[in-house]
């Protein structure tokens, strides 16, 4: 397992997000962490026991080694050798892998005894198939997991995770995520479509980022701007704000442009008009600690017109 880093880079400066591992962040906070891991929507309280303590550990190997390397890259150029030595061993640590696999196998292990074996009438049921009501389509941020900070279960949430958790009109054609879409829409018949935008977006700041008349070569720009229409948007609404502020609201307006792209999709917005299936919006604030969730208002939304915005209803928020 990668160590993570700091989320997506498009370039050094226009991207980088705040430091994955300050310890301030609550998302790495153990402490809120393991009161996060015991939540659950659906009523069943989890067992995570030894999890939490293997969680915990992981933790603390990740917090020390990403705070070497953050110490590390502020010192003056005269400890070269030590950056070398920090570099030679984060390769023999990666090619010969590390206390990350023990603790995972751990976890693993904890998973089969705690829950797996305790709760077998249930995992016996989903090896036979699944009838998720929710499809998730979330970032692929590590600190913002739908199943960590909602709860979802085995067989609760058919998951697409992307870049910015955005979805491509239909007109876009193929794509991993509405691959994704299709199979939950009508094969599995979801009831319910969620997409989760959250704080600090790598994805959302490379779209904010990118200048208005340049082609971009990079795999990421060309992905996020499915969300240029958030972007003008955000533009336009939020001239006297500053960059953090414009990109806090364009990781909401985003979810609104992806709710509309999902109408794009003809099973969809038929499902939709029948009453068959709900689209939401949601919106994880990790330094807080947040979740604001809504409801697209498909009667009251105007997506016939050129320009034309979500209406959305049951409005609310977590925290
Ligand atoms: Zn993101």
């Known amino acids: 397992m990668a160590v993570p880093s700091p989320s997506f880079s498009l370039s050094k400066h226009s991207l980088s997000n705040s430091p994955s591992f300050h310890a301030s962040n609550p998302s790495l906070d153990p402490s809120k962490a393991s009161v996060l891991g015991t939540q659950n929507v659906f009523g069943s309280k989890a067992n995570l026991g030894g999890v939490e303590q293997t969680h915990l550990r992981l933790w603390n190997n990740l917090k020390t080694n990403s705070d070497l390397r953050l110490q590390a890259s502020r010192e003056p150029p005269g400890l070269t050798k030590e950056l070398k030595t920090d570099k030679s061993e984060r390769m023999e640590r990666i090619g010969h892998g590390s206390d990350l696999f023990d603790e995972m196998k751990q976890r693993f292990l904890s998973f089969k005894k705690h829950k797996y074996m305790q709760n ?24 913002v997991c739908p199943s960590s900070i909602l709860g979802f279960q085995p067989g609760e949430a ?37 997409v989760i935008g959250h704080s600090q977006c790598g994805g959302i700041r490379a779209l904010m980022s990118m200048h208005d008349d340049v082609e971009t070569s990079s ?74 969730k809504w409801t697209l208002d498909y009667k009251e939304s105007n997506l016939k017109d050129k320009g034309g915005r979500v209406a959305v209803k049951d409005r609310a928020f977590w925290f």
């Open 219 to 292: 795999l990421i720009g060309s992905w996020v701007s499915v969300g240029m229409n958030a972007r003008v948007r955000t533009k336009a609404a939020t001239k006297l704000l500053n960059f953090d502020q414009q990109c806090k609201h364009c990781e909401k307006e985003s979810v609104n442009c992806s709710l509309a792209n999902l109408l794009t999709y003809p099973w969809v917005e038929e499902k939709v008009r029948n009453g068959e299936l709900a689209i939401h919006g949601g919106y994880y604030d990790f330094v807080d600690c947040a979740f604001e």
């Open 158 to 194: 058919f998951v697409i995770r992307n870049v910015a958790n955005m979805v491509p009109p239909y007109e876009n054609g193929p794509s991993e995520t509405n691959a994704g879409l299709e199979f939950a829409v009508n094969s599995l018949k979801v009831e319910n479509i969620l």
């Open 120 to 143: 077998l009438e249930l995992y016996e049921k989903l090896a036979k198939g699944q009838a998720p009501k929710f499809m998730v389509i979330a970032c692929a941020d590590s600190r």
